[in-house]
C-alpha cells in the first residue's frame, strides 16, 4: 500500500512574513490562533493580511479556538476562509459538529494527554482529525515546548487522522515519525525565535528532519 510522507502543520503563526516561509518551506497548513490566553494570539487583522495572500496557494488555513462560541467562530471561518479549525477547549462532541455544519472548515479536535484516559476520550470525537499535544503548566493551551510519553498513543483505536504536536522540533521530528506515525507534527515552540515569532533557520531545519525522515524505511505516514 503506498503511504505518504508526514504532513507539517505550522501553527502559532502571527504575521504574514513568517506564514510566507513556512508555505514555501511545504506546510501542510497554517495555524493561527485566536485565544486571548495565548503569547501566539493573531490579531484578526493579521490573519486577514494571511489569508489574502495564501488562501489560493495549496497550503491549508486554520483557526484555533479554545471555547470560542460557535458565533465567533463562524465569523472569523467565514471571513478568513478557513479550511480547518481547530477546537483546544473543553469542547463536546456535539459543538464539534456543529462547528464543521456551520463553516463548512474541516475539525481538528485537539486534547492534552496526561495519561491513557486522555487518548481514549478522544474516540468520542468523530471529526476530521485528532489532534494530540502535552499538558503542560496550568492555563496554556498548547504551545508549552513540552513533549509527552508518546507510548500513550499505542492504546488509541480510532482510524481518524492524527496530528502530534508538543514540543516538535528538528531535534525530535524523525523520531517522533519513527515511533507515532503520525498524518502530520504540528509546530509552535519548537520553530520560534519568541512566542509568535518563528526562527527561519529551525522552521528550515525541521522541513528538512522530516524530508529525512521520509526517506527512512521505518518512516510510514498514514495515508493520505
Known amino acids: 500500500m503506498t ?14 512574513h513568517d506564514a510566507e516561509l513556512a508555505a514555501e518551506l511545504g506546510a501542510w497548513a497554517l495555524g493561527m490562533i485566536f485565544y486571548a490566553g495565548s503569547p501566539r ?3 484578526v ?12 496557494r495549496s497550503v491549508l488555513l486554520c483557526g484555533v479556538f479554545v471555547n470560542a462560541t ?10 478568513l476562509a478557513l479550511d480547518l479549525v481547530q477546537l483546544h477547549g473543553d469542547e463536546g462532541p456535539s459543538f464539534c459538529t456543529e462547528v464543521a455544519r456551520r463553516t ?4 481538528i479536535r485537539a486534547v492534552q494527554v496526561e495519561g491513557p484516559g486522555d487518548v481514549r476520550d478522544l474516540e468520542r470525537y468523530h471529526v476530521d482529525f485528532h489532534l494530540v499535544d502535552a499538558r503542560g503548566k496550568k492555563g496554556l493551551r498548547g504551545g508549552t515546548g513540552e513533549t509527552f510519553d508518546w507510548g500513550l498513543i499505542a ?3 480510532s482510524n481518524v487522522p492524527l496530528i502530534l504536536s508538543g514540543g516538535i522540533d528538528a531535534g525530535n521530528a524523525g523520531e517522533a515519525i519513527a515511533a507515532v506515525h503520525p498524518y502530520a507534527l504540528d509546530s509552535a515552540s519548537g520553530t520560534e525565535s519568541a512566542p509568535g515569532r ?8 525541521l522541513f528538512a528532519a522530516v524530508e529525512a525522515a521520509a526517506a527512512e524505511p521505518s518512516a510510514i505516514g498514514q495515508p493520505a
Do not use: H, M
Open 70 to 79: 460557535l458565533e465567533e467562530i463562524a465569523r472569523i471561518g467565514d471571513e
Open 41 to 43: 494570539r493573531c490579531s
Open 198 to 205: 518563528k526562527d527561519p533557520d529551525k522552521l528550515r531545519a
Open 45 to 56: 487583522e493579521e490573519a486577514v493580511a494571511i489569508s489574502a495572500a495564501l488562501r489560493r
Open 3 to 16: 503511504t505518504a510522507p508526514t504532513k507539517v502543520k505550522v501553527c502559532g503563526l502571527t504575521n504574514l
Open 155 to 157: 492504546g488509541r483505536r
Open 104 to 107: 463548512g472548515a474541516r475539525v
